[in-house]
């Protein structure tokens, strides 16, 4: 079997990366009238449910009925996203936990304000490896990125089933285009990653799952320079970014062909990226009380693991004060605001 029967290896390879365009997008703000307060925002194109709300943000008026202007800034995954928020190209972005993490570690002037979406990562084998749990990765290679948040949540699988990582197993780092061609042509017997590529590769008919993880999430992390000096429109944006989320747990078909529109995600099939939404609980909303935009104690504790990780792989400098790099004070306050709205989907406006 050949991954490029359904995905071509350098799409994959796309998509994984996240290469997309690394400057705002040809349709990058919602119009409305003067006197609304710009907001950058860096995103990525990769990512289930972020990604669907950054659409949603760009293509309905629901900023503009916060008093926003959304600057969308469409970069290449965490690292781009990171390196702007940290040089104040953009105020706010998404990054993955780890990477959130990884801007604690350096003592960078962001604080992580809220959590946007949950995703799920997993440790699979492939079809020809006739593996059937992770106790059967003994004396096996287990190929994957290192210093993602998938990797921490990998290592850990092994160690609940029993084995040591370098003794009983070994991993393998490998990058996203080389691990795609090694599953599709059935070369290796186990890998891991994280959706919407855990997704693919079942859809695919390539590898099963024997072990997920659904406690990763993507989170907003902001400079300084919003966050602190500007909390009034910080708290307007996490309002609108709740509206966006239940908005889009609301009209499914409408933002995922909003997502599949852009590279890198043009090649995702809808069955692929509906299944790897559905993993977010959010994603399935009934009521605007099922959006949480404030980090729970289960997320924060979650943080502090994957940094006590990051440094014992010799990932981070340092470790860092988790406590001192997260703030979901105003986003507590969004979801009392939210919940307490009665906000109808049904009234937004589509403008792009």
């Known amino acids: 079997m050949n991954v490029t029967s359904t995905l071509s290896r350098r799409r994959f390879g796309q998509l994984a990366a996240g290469i997309a365009a690394a400057a705002t997008l040809a349709k990058p703000a919602i119009l409305r009238a003067q006197g609304a307060d710009v907001v950058k925002m860096g995103w990525f194109n990769t990512t289930t449910v972020s990604a669907q709300i950054a659409h949603v943000l760009m293509r309905t008026d629901i900023a503009a009925r916060n008093g926003l202007r959304m600057n969308m800034i469409q970069l290449n995954a965490s690292p781009a996203v990171n390196e702007a928020i940290v040089s104040n190209a953009a105020d706010v972005g998404t990054l993955s936990d780890f990477a959130a993490v990884t801007t604690m570690a350096v003592g960078a002037p962001v604080t992580t304000i809220a959590s946007q979406a949950r995703f799920r990562s997993a440790v699979l084998v492939t079809k020809k490896s006739g593996i059937t749990d992770v106790a059967g990765l003994k004396g096996k290679q287990v190929y994957g990125t290192f210093g993602i948040t998938a990797f921490q949540n990998a290592q850990e699988a092994m160690i609940k089933a029993g084995l040591t990582p370098g003794r009983d197993m070994t991993f ?21 990653t994280y959706d919407p590529f855990v997704s693919f590769f079942e859809n695919a008919g390539f590898a099963q799952v024997i072990s997920e993880n659904l406690t990763p999430v993507i989170v907003l992390t902001a400079n300084n320079r919003f966050f602190k000096d500007r909390p009034e429109v910080a708290e307007r944006f996490l309002l609108a970014n709740s509206q966006a989320l239940y908005f889009a747990s609301q009209n499914h078909d409408l933002v995922n062909g909003w997502f599949r529109s852009l590279e890198p995600a043009k090649n995702i099939p809808e069955a692929v990226l509906e299944k790897a939404s559905g993993y977010d609980p959010a994603w399935n909303a009934k ?3 099922d959006i949480k935009a404030a980090l729970s104690d289960e997320q924060v504790n979650k943080l502090n693991q994957l940094a006590e990780w990051g440094v014992e792989a010799k990932l981070l400098p340092r470790l860092p004060d988790v406590s001192k790099f997260v703030d979901t004070t105003i986003a507590g306050k969004v979801d009392a605001a939210f919940a307490a709205q009665n906000f109808d989907p049904k009234t937004v406006k589509i403008v792009g």
């Open 287 to 289: 009521a605007p009380t």
């Open 172 to 192: 393998v780092n490998v990058g996203p285009a080389e691990l795609a061609d090694a599953v599709g042509a059935q070369r290796i017997d186990a890998f891991f």
